[in-house]
């Protein structure tokens, strides 16, 4: 059970006052776990039949009524007749009766969230009046009626969420007047009538979901106009006409899906080369014709053109998709020869990894072999074409005829020997974690439950995603991705996507704090979880609380006659609740008045800050900062992290610097602020950013370094750089970053442990000399006498980035140089390439090993870098890997790594030194030499034969 108060979250404090939230909050519990006493104390008359009647005539209410059973394991917040209600949520909670008018009369009301409850009836027209209403949302209720043109008033609108209940009529055209809407999900109801064009006039929509209603008309070409729309999904509706040529201007927007299954539409399928962030495309189940469109994105991932009456060959483009992952084009008039030799693709280094193509039930009448068929990720069915009646040699590919299972169950996580699942308490809801099993950790916890559904993701095959949905739930959720486990999941009708979500306490922990629980119930209830391109919006079903969750574990005083103890307790803790919030917020507004705040807490700073003694180090004022960078002007932001954001300044003597400024909300952090401070004064080496000066006034923390003119590292790998690095110029930026480590290490007085060595972390000057910065979290290196390290470590509260973090130091939370050598062997293997640590819930480090292991290390090697030589891949690959080592003493040092990769640089040609001392070292591949030297090769071309993908050789190829 949770209850909260205070200000809703879309209140600013500046509007802040007196506001009670009237949050009948949120009782996501599975149906057994429902507290059965009902908390009686002072509610709102008529609210159990008719919801929302008399709640709009706040100011008049002066009776009392008991909760009643119908409020089982609700607290009913009183409320005084002066206050304003901004939030009513009554969640999953099997509500009956209906929505009454007098909701209309809540002028404030920001969020009303009646989800999966059993609400009959009309949504009141009187609910147009809430102008300040963002989210109103009642999917999964049994609402009739039609959608009021009034609704158009609701000009605040974020989310208008209705899906899954019995609405019927037509979309009003008012609907164009909701310009703030980014959710429209209307999806799985009654609708009638055509779409209206004006919808094409909803500047901010992201989730245009209309499928499953009774649609008809042709759809409105004006539908392209929406600038900002992520996903179109009207499958199954009564649909006539022609796919709008109009569609191509899709190449306008970001539209990441489009799927317009079972439609009724007819003519051809428009060109759709222009829309260059597609990556679903699913035009399955009408009756198109003509040819398939060609050029589509290299972003297409998933397409579906099956069950229509499209005929011709297939393009020889569509082979070239290097992401695909589902192909499904059966049940057309296809024809010619399947030409799997034009075959090209990424490589799989994901196990799950697979690329499907059914072509069954068509006219196709051979098949060109090719090498990318003998991959096992890859299948191919052609089963229902004369080519299968007129060879034998096919019938790998003829005899498939149960199609293929997407929803075949995850493989399990191996369990290390001596652990067991029977070692937990199982009668007690206890389980083992499986996340933690592959950092070799064996430990039972008790998990949070949840149902989770992805209302419309942008992938047809769940499995090579399972360890993105994890990495992006912990990302939101503000967890580590080991306590996320996905215990099963299956493809329900939409298709949507449902997972039985397991959310595990923290290493060394068995279960959360209360805290904790109310905090991911929160994230989880509220949309706290934002969504992306690839998992789309989703919704919550359930929130199971199992032991210990679901025990009382506060000493419940004895009641008061009349009250049951939990009424009281709701009581007192929301007036104390309520109280301290208007406390805080007069105090505050008072103290921001009167200017105590910033100047209190600057002399507070100043003083701390005066004891430090920093040689050449300058002291500015704020006065100083403001002018160097124009008030902080927006066009002046080079960057931001945790700590705050950079800015390019301009000094009184012209020169420029980098200003990093640390956010109102992170002055708490003066920690970091004086770690790095007086880190970067003592720290002096041509590959470390240099500390200009510092400004600790008016309640501001700044650093100011020397500005690196070419960005980050990071930024020259990322795919959308204009100027990739060659492979000598990625050689030098790894031994001067390494040069910069090994002074940290060995001759920084005192020596240091970077603790957050990363891609983003390494600068570049002019002329691309890398430099490493952010001392935020460095941490004084282990000697005998100091930290109690007299075993080589320090023992410390884990920090650090996914992706580069030791994972040695993670489990055993001893930190050591060589947490740094492991970080920095990421970063080589980012150089290598190209790819961030953590892509679509992939791990750099994995990958390539998996990609090494087959044979395949060509196929991850960044193709921008131009040629190489091939004597030096194999060392500077080995010493990546030998950095990344789990063991923390198989790992080489810093000054080891630093010899190697001079010795690396030693073996480069002449022609490669020089140009990276004068270029960013791209070579063109026109004069590059024609021995010894390895350009990218991501498969083997046509007439190589296919056993070369899984050898361990590297044949010398050119580019062609």
């Known amino acids: 059970m949770l209850w909260e108060n205070g200000y809703s979250r ?5 509007q802040a006052k007196a506001t009670l939230v009237l949050l009948v909050f949120m009782m996501l519990l599975h149906p057994s776990e429902c507290v059965s006493d009902p908390i009686e104390v002072r509610a709102l008359q008529g609210i159990r039949n008719r919801i929302g009647d008399d709640l709009g005539r706040l100011s008049d ?15 009913c917040t009183p409320i005084n007749g002066t206050d304003h209600v901004t939030e009513l949520r009554l969640l999953n909670m099997n509500f009956t009766g ?105 500047p901010r929509l992201a989730h245009l979901m209309l499928d499953n209603n009774q649609l008809s008309g042709e759809i409105p070409g004006e539908l392209s106009n929406i600038s900002r729309l992520l996903i179109l999904q009207l499958d199954n509706n009564q649909f006539s006409g022609p796919i709008p040529s109009s569609f191509r201007d899709f190449s306008r927007t970001n539209l990441t899906k489009l799927s317009l299954r079972n439609c009724g539409l007819n003519g051809t399928i428009p060109d759709l080369s222009g829309l260059s962030t597609l990556v679903y495309l699913d035009l399955s189940n009408n009756q198109l014709t003509g040819p398939i469109p060609s050029n589509l994105s290299q972003t297409v991932r998933t397409i579906d053109l099956s069950n229509n009456q499209l005929d011709g060959e297939i393009p020889a483009s569509l082979y070239e998709l290097r992401r695909m992952e589902l192909l499904q084009l059966q049940n057309n008039s296809l024809d010619g020869v399947v030409r799997s030799d034009l075959l090209s693709h990424d490589s799989f280094t994901n196990e799950e990894s697979v690329f499907i193509m059914d072509f069954r039930n068509n006219n196709f009448t051979d098949l060109t072999p090719g090498a990318l068929l003998a991959v096992p990720n890859i299948t191919l069915q052609l089963g229902g074409n004369p080519a299968c009646s007129a060879s034998q040699n096919l019938s790998a590919y003829c005899n498939v005829q149960n199609g293929y299972n997407l929803s075949t169950p995850l493989p399990l996580m191996p369990v290390p020997a001596g652990c067991s699942d029977a070692t937990c308490d199982r009668s007690r809801n206890q389980e083992l974690n499986y996340g ?11 998990p949070i439950n949840v149902g989770y559904r992805l209302k419309s993701p942008s992938f047809a095959i769940y499995q090579p995603y399972a360890d993105a949905l994890r990495e992006y739930l912990a990302s939101r959720l503000f967890i580590n991705q080991y306590q996320v486990n996905v215990s099963d999941f299956s493809w329900i009708q939409g298709p949507r996507l449902y997972v039985n979500l397991k959310i595990f306490p923290p290493n060394g922990s068995a279960e959360f704090n209360s805290s904790e629980v ?25 929130i199971f609380l199992g032991f210990p969750y679901n025990v009382s574990r506060v000493e419940t005083p004895a009641p008061v006659a009349g009250l049951k103890a939990g009424a009281i307790a709701g009581i007192v803790i929301g007036v104390a609740a309520f109280t301290a919030v208007t406390a805080i917020s007069v105090l505050y ?29 300058q002291d500015f004022t704020f006065k100083e900062m403001m002018k160097a960078t ?18 390019k300044g301009t000094m009184p003597d012209g020169r420029i610097v980098a200003i990093k400024r640390a956010e109102e909300e992170s002055l708490q952090g003066g920690k970091e602020f004086l770690t790095e401070l007086e880190a970067l004064s003592r720290l002096h080496h041509r590959n470390l950013v240099s500390l200009i000066g510092f400004c600790d006034d008016e309640g501001e923390q700044m650093l100011i370094y020397e500005f690196m003119e070419n960005g980050t590292l990071r930024d020259h790998l990322n795919a959308t750089s204009k100027s990739p690095l060659g492979f000598a110029r990625r050689i030098q930026i790894a031994l001067g970053s390494a040069k910069g480590i090994l002074y940290l290490h060995t001759e920084a007085n005192p020596p240091l442990i970077h603790r957050d060595i990363k891609a983003t972390n390494i600068l570049l000057d002019e002329k691309l000399a890398p430099k490493v910065a952010d001392f935020g979290l460095s941490k004084l290196a282990p000697a005998p006498e100091l930290d109690g390290a007299a075993a080589g470590y320090v023992s410390t509260v884990v920090k650090g980035t996914p992706g580069y973090l030791d994972p040695e130091y993670f489990l055993t939370q001893k930190l050591t140089d060589r947490s740094d050598v492991y970080s920095f062997g990421v970063v080589l293997l980012e150089l290598l390439t190209s790819r961030p640590p953590i892509s679509d819930g992939k791990n750099l480090v994995r990958e390539v090993h998996m990609a090494d292991d087959a044979g395949m290390i060509l196929s991850v090697v960044d193709s921008r870098m131009g040629p190489y030589p091939a004597q030096c891949l194999k060392p500077f690959v080995r010493l990546a890997f030998q950095c990344c080592m789990d063991d923390t003493d198989s790992r080489p040092s810093m000054a080891e790594v630093v010899r190697e990769l001079e010795a690396i640089w030693r073996m480069l040609p002449q022609e490669y030194t020089s140009s990276a001392d004068n270029s960013t070292a791209s070579v063109d591949a026109n004069s590059m030499p024609t021995k010894s030297f390895l350009p990218y ?24």
């Open 10 to 14: 879309t209140t600013t404090m500046r």
């Open 61 to 75: 209410w002066e009776g009392e009524d008991p909760c009643g059973d119908h409020w089982t394991g609700v607290i």
């Open 98 to 202: 209906s929505l009454a008018p007098d909701l209309g009369n809540l002028t404030q009301l920001v969020i009303m969230d009646f989800m999966w409850n059993n609400i009959t009836g009309s949504i009141p027209p009187a609910i147009g009046r809430l102008r300040n209403l963002v989210q109103l949302s009642l999917s999964g209720n049994k609402l009739t009626g039609v959608l009021d043109p009034s609704f158009g008033n609701l000009s605040s609108l974020d989310r208008f969420q209705i899906d899954e209940n019995n609405i019927s009529g037509p979309i009003p055209s008012s609907f164009q007047f909701l310009d703030n809407l980014l959710h429209f999900h209307m999806n799985n109801n009654s609708l009638n009538g055509s779409i209206p064009p004006e919808l094409g006039r909803l």
């Open 436 to 446: 933690l099993l592959e950092f070799g950790s064996c430990q039972c916890a008790y």
């Open 518 to 542: 109310s905090r991911l119930y929160s994230q989880f209830a509220t949309f706290n979880i934002s969504g992306n391109r690839t998992f789309g919006p989703h919704e919550i079903l359930f």
């Open 589 to 617: 507004f008072a103290v921001k008045r009167w200017g105590l705040f910033s100047s209190v807490l600057g002399r507070r700073q100043a003083r701390r800050y005066k004891r430090i003694k920093v040689d050449g180090v």
């Open 630 to 647: 124009d008030s902080f002007n927006s066009t002046l932001q080079v960057g931001q992290g945790g700590y705050g954001k950079v800015y």
């Open 937 to 960: 090769n991501p498969y083997v071309s046509s007439d190589i034969d296919g056993s070369n993908l899984v050898s361990g050789t590297i044949p010398p190829i050119i580019p062609r």
